[in-house]
Every structure is written in structure tokens, then in C-alpha cells.
């Protein structure tokens, strides 16, 4: 999917892991948030095209001339209910964000999950990442953020 001024917003593919692996944790270090039991130190963030093969889930990127500067995708995380899924690893670099293209993957994402059968959405998150969330919209399901950093909190974020 082209957008505006070159960037594409694509599945992800194996040859992308290591720089979508390396943007993570440099917005991760640059917001502040937790490196230890989170995405940071998380064997999956090294092979997140891997991570979604055989699975009813997907991961997209934002490239631009073949730099990666984001990403987000939906997983069936284990622990949710049935027709829930987890939005999962959404970062983008500070090169996309005010550009409206974290609003478009995140919009992408949400109806992809929907084609795919599920009827909720999840996302965990860190009170320093918040601004990004605010976003969610344009479902016609629940979406439901979880505060990392207060185990048990359950805020609704979107539903219609």
C-alpha cells in the first residue's frame, strides 16, 4: 500500500527483521520505558516475520526506500479470549510519527484483524507511550488498552 511522499506500508518480510528488531529498541530507549521483561529483551522482537507465519496474525512495516520506520500487527496472544487478539510491537521512528502514518498502519491493522475473524483487540502499553494509542479508532469492535506499569488495569479504549 503506497502512501504519500514514498513511504509503503507493506507485510513485513525476514530480510527486515534486524532493522525493525533495532527501531524497537531505540524508541523504547528514547521514550524511557523498561527494557527487562517487555518487547526490549523479548526473543521475538529478532524475528517477528517468523513470529506470524502459519498463525492467524500479521505484521506490517512503513518503509521508505528500503529503511524501515515502523511497524504494528495483531497476534492471538495466549491468555485472551477467543476472538481476541493482541495488537503487538507497534513503533514507529520519529521520521513517521506526526505524518499520519502510525494512524494508517494502526487503521490497516484494526481491519485486518477484523477480515481475520476477530471481534476485540488488546494493547499493552507503558504510561510514557501513550500518546501514540490515543489513535485507535475506526473499529467496529472492542479495543482494550492494558497499563503494563499497573498489573490488572483494564481501560477501554475504543468500542462501538
Known amino acids: 500500500m503506497e502512501t504519500k511522499d514514498g513511504f509503503i506500508i507493506r507485510p513485513i518480510k525476514e530480510t527486515d527483521n534486524a532493522q525493525m528488531a533495532r527501531l524497537i529498541r531505540c524508541v523504547i530507549d528514547e521514550f524511557g520505558v523498561s527494557r527487562t521483561g517487555m518487547v526490549y529483551d523479548d526473543p521475538v ?12 496474525t500479521e505484521y506490517w512495516v512503513i518503509d521508505y526506500g ?3 520506520q515502523g511497524g504494528c500487527g495483531f497476534y ?24 499520519g502514518l502510525g494512524g494508517m498502519i494502526l487503521d490497516l491493522i484494526v481491519r485486518r ?16 507511550l501513550v500518546k501514540p494509542l490515543i489513535c485507535i479508532r475506526n473499529g467496529d469492535f472492542s479495543c482494550w488498552m492494558v497499563n503494563s506499569e499497573i498489573p490488572g488495569i483494564r481501560q477501554p479504549v475504543y468500542s462501538c
Not at 76 to 98: D, F, N, Q, W
Not at 113 to 128: D, F, M, P, Q, V
Open 113 to 128: 484483524a477484523k477480515e481475520a475473524g476477530y471481534t476485540s483487540l488488546y494493547i499493552k502499553h507503558s504510561l510514557r
Open 66 to 68: 528500503g529503511e524501515i
Open 76 to 99: 492471538p496472544t495466549k491468555g485472551l479470549p477467543g476472538k481476541c487478539a493482541e495488537i503487538v510491537k507497534y513503533y514507529l521512528s520519529p521520521a513517521v510519527r506526526e505524518k
Open 45 to 56: 522482537t529478532d524475528c517477528i516475520s517468523q513470529s506470524v507465519e502459519n498463525v492467524n
